[in-house]
């Protein structure tokens, strides 16, 4: 919420799902204007699109007979990427993994700003001839006969085997891209922190909060609350106040950047083992002795990890969901004050029954 006006009203950043969404309610019309008959408009067609290809996809996870019509269940990740076999030609390219083959991933692209998709293939073909330069020079053998899961999570893989070890490097790179907007964006927080806290004049405050969802106080008495609230519950766990403090830490720098790139490109980085990067920094560099801090040291790594790695989990498409909610009450004109009080009271609710 403190970033929405930055973001939404002044950058415009895009929210390609934000966008479509909009796109798909001001297409349909009203009750009075329908027609049944008219079943093949664009959006009808798009619609019947949809079916023919979710159905039998979704029938597959559900029906074990019922017939794989676009071989979901081979050689493919849950998400919809196609794991390149061992036998595919491509796989003569060593740094290839997987590559994804839904098309709503193309659809998302075509809403992406093109220096985004510049950048997007310019570092991804980059990072392939690297990878194997390296492999003629001796490194990365064993991924010769790995398939592309395997190649991402096996004993030898792209992210974690030198020379490059490319999981450091994306997440030294993805906290960087969290905390340039943070530095970017140090006068407006400066600023709604001296008016939360009275530090300016009522009418330069009520300049500042137009057109926000609530009062920048709520907003930072709502942030301090939670980080305390998160503190404490991970000290109940066993961590000391410096490693629960880490906790709400890591949120903050891995989903800002990811809400931005979710908002860039309609995806997201799923990746558990970028979380703990901040407890290996700050806390523990090495294992702890055991029995001294043990449990501690095991709910930061395995609860950080999953803070990070995917919107449904531990609640963190909550950023994003927050953020697109914004993108389309800006291109529909829906208040914004409404929009945060949804998401408040979905946020007070959604969580307790995904525990149930």
Known sequence: TLFRKDWIDMERIPFPQATAASEIMTRIPPLTERNPSKLFTPFGIGIILGIVFQLPILLTYFLPWFPD?????????????YLMP???????IVGITNTDKHPLVLACMYLAPLN????????????????????????YTGLATENGCCRTWGGESVRFSPPFKWEAFSTGAWMALSISYLILGRKFLLNSLKAAFGRLSPDRVAELEKGEPTSYRTVWMLLIATTIGMTAISMSAGMNIAAGLVMPLTILLFWLGQARIWGMTGTYI????????LYRLLIWPTAPVPQADMAGYYFAAYIS????DAPENQNGGAILAAFSSY????????????VFKVLMVTQLIVPIFAIF
């Not at 019509?69 to 990427?81: L, M, Q, V």
């Not at 985004?116 to 490194?139: D, E, S, T």
């Not at 990890?305 to 990070?308: G, L, Q, S, T, V």
């Not at 389309?328 to 409404?338: C, E, F, P, Q």
Request: net charge positive; with cysteine.
């Open 116 to 139: 985004i998709l510049f950048n997007v293939w310019f570092w991804y073909f980059v990072y392939l001839v690297l990878m194997q330069a390296a492999y003629v020079m001796g490194n």
């Open 327 to 338: 993108r389309v009450a800006n291109l529909t004109g829906v208040s914004n004050r409404s």
């Open 270 to 277: 799923r990746s558990a083992e970028h979380g703990n990067a």
């Open 69 to 81: 019509i676009y071989s979901w269940r081979t050689d493919t990740c849950g998400h919809g990427a």
């Open 86 to 92: 061992t036998t595919s030609w491509m796989m003569a």
């Open 305 to 308: 990890e999953f803070h990070i």
